[in-house]
Nanobody, 124 residues
Framework: QVQLVESGGGLVQAGGSLRLSCAAS????????MGWFRQAPGKEREFVAA????????YYADSVKGRGTISRDNAKNTVYLQMNSLKPEDTAVYYC?????????????????WGQGTQVTVSS
């Protein structure tokens, strides 16, 4: 079994930055692709960013492209999401997800494991 635990969320003013972390435990060596998703109140969950095991392949949603950077440290079984120039519309619960297959996908249905989420609130 795999456990994913997110941290780093909080309240930040518009224009500020946050770095979210997701620590994996359990059978973490099986995790090939890591992703971040978010869900705002009253909205569906949406893809934010994803990264391959090597870190060489990354994908970003258009809404965060240029402001977000996903990275991973396989030695620490941790994936990060650095978010800069935060906007009120970035307010959401951010979820870490992991996929055991090697192909990077953007659909949430393609991920095998999910964390509990961390709240990010951006004030205007």
């Amino acid at each position: 079994q795999v456990q994913l635990v997110e941290s780093g969320g909080g309240l930040v003013q518009a224009g500020g930055s946050l770095r979210l972390s997701c620590a994996a435990s359990g059978r973490s060596s099986s995790l090939q692709v890591m992703g971040w998703f978010r869900q705002a109140p009253g909205k569906e969950r949406e893809f934010v960013a994803a990264i391959s095991w090597s870190g060489l392949t990354t994908y970003y949603a258009d809404s965060v492209k240029g402001r977000g950077t996903i990275s991973r440290d396989n030695a620490k079984n941790t994936v990060y999401l650095q978010m800069n120039s935060l906007k009120p519309e970035d307010t959401a619960v951010y979820y870490c997800a992991a996929r055991t297959a090697a192909t990077v996908v953007l659909q949430g249905s393609g991920y095998n494991y999910w964390g509990q989420g961390t709240q990010v609130t951006v004030s205007s």
